[in-house]
């Protein structure tokens, strides 16, 4: 039966295909694709731990036989019996064996996946006792999960599309059977952490969903710079959409078609083509230099979380990189003892260096590291009770000012990669000119220690990021120590409006057009052209084609923003005659209704 579910439009486009679970685990589960030719040694793994755990349970039954009646209840025999036997059960490791051999699933996913498809089983039962078995089952797959901690290989590239397995499917419901084509796969998420992310980023997926999360949380900018269709905010998608279950992403207008009738699927495959068509019109731009019909040239950075993302820049047209999330580098690296192992200086300067090779003589803006709020550094969920508010918390430049060590090692590697081209240094959440002298402070006593030691180094120029209102509110100090300012619109609007940009619960209340925020970018955009200082924007709104024409027309003359929407602004420049659109600008920021000003 057809049925659609609403969240919010992240990244643009239709993706058709069959839906890829990924199952919430009360312990950190890998998400990856394996080679063929380990299969074997995933399934092994899972029949290592099985044996490692039915031990267990055969210990405890031997402890429980030895105590008397009164130390322990009969309940507990019997309740180690239930483990025992669903251990073993057919259901449970024939399935995992399945997702392995046929999806090439690794290990930990494949039983997650598994015990997700059984516990709904369990739900749909009428007896109350078995129902309640479903609890057991799932104390077994996380014992299961916490044997198999620490013996996970090494992650491997993802294999090509993969057909659909016919073995649990029915293939007359198949849009594409017969046909010969591989089905894509769409992934299907109650959250992602940006650490999943960056895994899946090299993947196989054509789009993706989750539960939550709003339009300029992390995941959604990922989500962005892959290209590929998302939605996120969809409430209880990962708990509607079953595994295989054939699944249309409309990017556009945030809307996920769960079992498309025929006609429906030929519907959206129509406007995916369009999309497609469109996508290669745009394509011409790429060389065309992003000049406006005035003559004025604008400059088109691109955002970037790993080093190999220089290609996508490059092949976009971009002229530099205007932000380098650096933070990318440190997420995903938790050891089997549950401890982060930060990347050393070696090869934080390496990864930078890749960087500027990669960008081929073209500057590289590199922001230090910026953890806390939605992107904790272990990939796990933030911790409410612990960190009530986390958005306001240790997180950025505060973070990286309590970790002195830390952040030394951080700045000789920078300092270190500007010997190879152009690096620019830019500082997140600044807001207090304590913190500016004490960052400043650091980066002097970075250079006098690679001195110390005769490495080599460059110089970079300094830039800080304008994110939060009170930095906005106090230009001045700002532009007495820096060479450049940043706009992170994302931040800054979430600040202003007093609103977490990650909770779908107040996501429609994000407004980039909220007459407050337009009034701190122009304010600033403004001053940094007064004092001849060099001003970007590298925030969503960058990128958002509804807001290039007011950008320009309040004098912005550099947008930072992922490589996939380049072409797009690029193609608004070169419609654009800035003349015109100041006076059009003003009339804007003085309107009770920004948005309404601007569609008129």
């Known amino acids: ?53 039915a031990d267990e349970l055969i210990k405890l039954q031997a402890n429980v036989a030895q105590m008397g009646p009164n130390d322990t209840p009969h309940e ?115 959250d992602l952490s940006p650490a999943d992310m960056l895994q899946f980023k090299k993947s196989v997926f054509a789009g993706f969903v989750t539960d939550v999360g709003g339009r300029t ?55 995916q083509r369009q999309g497609d068509l469109e996508r290669g019109r745009l394509a011409r731009l790429r060389h065309k230099p992003a000049v406006t019909l005035d003559g004025q040239r604008v400059e088109l950075l691109a955002n970037i979380e790993m080093p190999e993302d220089t290609l996508g820049a490059v092949k976009a047209g971009a002229v530099g990189v205007g932000l380098f999330r650096s933070e990318f580098l440190f997420m995903g690296r938790e050891s089997t003892t549950g401890q982060t192992r930060l990347p050393d200086e070696e090869e934080q300067y390496q990864a930078y260096k890749r960087a500027v090779e990669g960008m081929q003589g073209m500057p590289v803006t590199i922001r230090t590291i910026d953890v806390g709020a939605d992107k904790p550094l272990d990939g796990k969920s933030v911790n409410k009770q612990e960190h009530l508010n986390p958005a ?49 402070s650091l980066i002097d006593f970075a250079r006098t220690e690679l001195d110390n030691r005769g490495a080599v180094h460059g110089q970079v120029k300094l830039g800080a990021m304008i994110e939060i209102p009170a930095a906005a509110l106090t230009l001045h100090i700002f532009l007495k120590h820096f060479d450049f300012l940043s706009i992170g619109t994302n931040d800054l609007i979430q600040y202003t409006l007093a609103i977490d940009r990650a909770d779908e619960s107040v996501a429609h209340l994000y407004d980039p057009a909220h007459p407050a925020v337009l009034r701190l970018v122009a304010d600033t955009i403004a001053e940094c ?70 569609a008129g």
């Open 529 to 598: 052209r007064r004092q001849g200082k060099g001003v970007a924007v590298c925030g969503e709104m960058a990128g958002d084609v509804a807001f290039t024409r007011l950008l320009l027309g309040l004098g912005l003359r550099s947008f930072s923003m992922h490589p996939s929407r380049i072409l797009a602004v690029k193609q608004e420049v070169l419609r654009a005659d800035t003349g015109k659109l100041e006076a059009w600008a003003k009339s804007v920021l003085e309107s009770d209704d920004p948005a309404a000003a601007m």
């Open 76 to 190: 507990l025999s019997a309740l180690l019996e239930v483990h025992q036997m669903l251990l073993q059960d057919e259901v449970l490791t024939g399935g995992v064996k399945h997702w392995i051999t046929e999806r090439l699933y690794n290990a930990e996913w494949a039983l997650t996946t598994q015990l997700e498809i059984i516990a709904r089983q369990f739900d749909e039962m009428e007896d109350e006792y078995l129902r309640e078995r479903k609890a057991d089952l799932e104390q077994v797959v996380e014992r299961l999960l916490h044997r198999m901690k620490g013996t996970a290989a090494v992650l491997a590239p993802s294999p090509p599309r993969r057909k659909r397995a016919t073995s649990q499917d029915d293939e007359n419901d198949d849009p594409t059977a017969g046909d010969g084509i591989d089905v894509p796969l769409v992934l299907i998420a109650h």
């Open 392 to 440: 306001l918390g240790l997180r950025a430049i505060r973070w990286s000012l309590a970790d002195p060590a830390m952040f030394l090692t951080q700045l000789r590697a920078i300092l270190r990669a500007a010997a190879h081209g152009e690096i620019h240094l830019l500082i997140p959440m600044l807001a207090h000119a304590s913190e500016i002298r004490q960052t400043l």
């Open 217 to 271: 949380s992390h995941t959604a900018i990922v989500a962005r710079s892959m290209d590929i269709p998302a939605v996120v905010g969809a409430r209880t998608a990962s708990q509607l959409v079953r595994q295989d279950d054939w699944v249309i992403i409309d990017g556009d207008a945030g809307v996920v078609i769960v079992d498309p009738s025929p006609i429906i699927l030929a519907e959206y495959g129509f406007k």
């Open 1 to 53: 039966m057809t049925f659609a579910v609403h969240g919010l439009p992240v990244a643009r486009g239709i993706a058709i295909g069959r839906a890829v679970l990924v199952v919430s685990s009360r312990i950190d589960v890998a998400h990856y694709f394996i080679k063929p030719e380990e299969i074997e040694t995933e399934i092994d793994r899972v029949r290592t731990a099985r044996n490692a755990v």
